[in-house]
């Protein structure tokens, strides 16, 4: 699907850009278009990454005509630039809206001007059935993008959303093993659970769905879950350290106890695809698209961090084999 192919990337010098791009290279493509705002972390990117195939352009999805001018002669788009950060989005919501809806809306028309093959938006748990205003942004995203498949046969487009990235940009695992130098873990509420994947294998299930989707599905990553204070617990025992408190300090804005994939709502038009993917049908009618999943099961109910929960030493193993621990 990818080889001889230009595939560009909002966003793409974050954590989950680094690891798609390294994904990417090994597929053989004509060229990689790494679009981002920050100067600085395209430098460091080209550094790390020394391949003729990189192109970088900075630019900023609020700007409408910078994205059509950078899609020109692509094939195919991969949509990861968003504001991420809860507390954040809660702090200054216009911002959140520019770049994760305005922002998305214009990778939309930048895409259909230039028929791009393929739009693949990267959502959020946290678009399910959302009670923050970053899931809003994103849940509006998603939405857009779905619909976005009504308005031309010439370009798809997909979301898939996941759960939290080990070792991501801001990672609350990055966060406790700094605090546990200072022999204090600060944890908003110790009954918090959450979906966890380690970063090779969610983008090798991006690419899979890149590669699978027809346009209109939510593709939605199978995970598992930990109790934060688990997770906590472990990366304790596992550094050697004595006499680290665990404090909690409370709830932020817009934070909940426990995530979801799929809402009780969407697990209405939702069907098993396969051993990683669960996908949310559109509710509007996308021509063809309900009759190609028509013999895969349903869902019944929602899909919450609580019921999949992970016990230590699992957490331990998956730690280890993303690179995390000995």
Not at 170 to 193: A, H
């Amino acid at each position: 699907m990818f080889q001889n192919k230009v595939i560009l990337v909002t966003g793409g010098t974050g954590s989950w850009g680094h690891e798609l791009i390294n994904q990417l290279l090994s597929l053989n493509p004509k060229k990689i278009i790494i679009l981002s705002r920050n100067e600085a972390s395209q430098v460091q990117m080209s550094r790390a990454i020394e391949d003729p195939r990189l192109s970088f352009c900075i630019g900023d999805i609020r700007d409408r005509e910078a994205l059509v001018k950078a899609f020109e002669g692509v094939d195919y788009v991969f949509h990861l630039a968003a504001l991420k950060h809860v507390p954040v989005c809660e702090e200054q919501p216009l911002e959140a809206l520019k770049t994760n809806v305005l922002g998305t809306q214009n990778v939309i028309e930048a895409a259909l001007e230039n028929r791009v093959k393929k739009v693949i938006n990267v959502s959020t748990d946290k678009a399910a059935d959302p009670i923050n205003f970053y899931g809003m942004t994103k849940a509006i995203g998603e939405k857009l993008v779905v619909y976005a498949n009504q308005i031309s046969s010439d370009t798809q487009f997909i979301c898939i959303r996941s759960g939290n990235i080990l070792g991501s940009n801001g990672s609350v695992l990055q966060l406790f093993m700094n605090q546990i130098k200072k022999k204090e873990i600060k944890i908003t509420d110790k009954r918090m659970t959450r979906f966890f994947l380690t970063r090779e294998n969610a983008i090798k299930l991006l690419i899979k769905a890149a590669t699978i989707g027809k346009g209109g599905e939510i593709f939605v990553m199978k995970s598992s879950a930990w109790r934060i204070l688990d997770l906590a617990e472990v990366l304790i025992e596992e550094s050697g350290e004595r006499d680290v408190k665990v404090v909690e300090f409370g709830a932020r804005p817009g934070e909940r106890f426990h995530e979801v994939l799929i809402s009780e709502h969407e697990s209405q038009n939702t069907v098993v695809y396969d051993e990683d993917f669960l996908i949310v049908l559109p509710t509007i009618n996308i021509p063809g698209l309900k009759q190609f999943y028509a013999d895969c099961l349903p869902v019944k109910g929602n899909y919450s961090s609580k019921e999949f929960l992970m016990t230590k030493e699992e957490i331990k193993q998956m730690l280890v084999e993303g690179g995390f621990l000995k």
